[in-house]
């Protein structure tokens, strides 16, 4: 997932930087929702792995 948000982030800047703005907004848009999923995603299994350790122990 954190691909996509990267390929996303990429094709955002070129567009941006060939001036088409539309695509631009759109991309850095799926970009930032990709990257969010991302994150929570893995805050869950820091969450998750911390109380396995805790019911180990």
Avoid: E, N, P
């Amino acid at each position: 997932m954190i691909k996509y948000a990267v390929i996303f982030l990429v094709i955002s800047m070129i567009a941006g930087g060939i001036g088409l703005t539309g695509v631009s907004q759109l991309a850095r848009k799926i970009s930032l929702v990709l990257f969010g999923l991302f994150f929570l995603g893995f805050l869950l299994l820091i969450g998750f792995a911390m109380l396995v350790d805790q019911a180990v122990s």
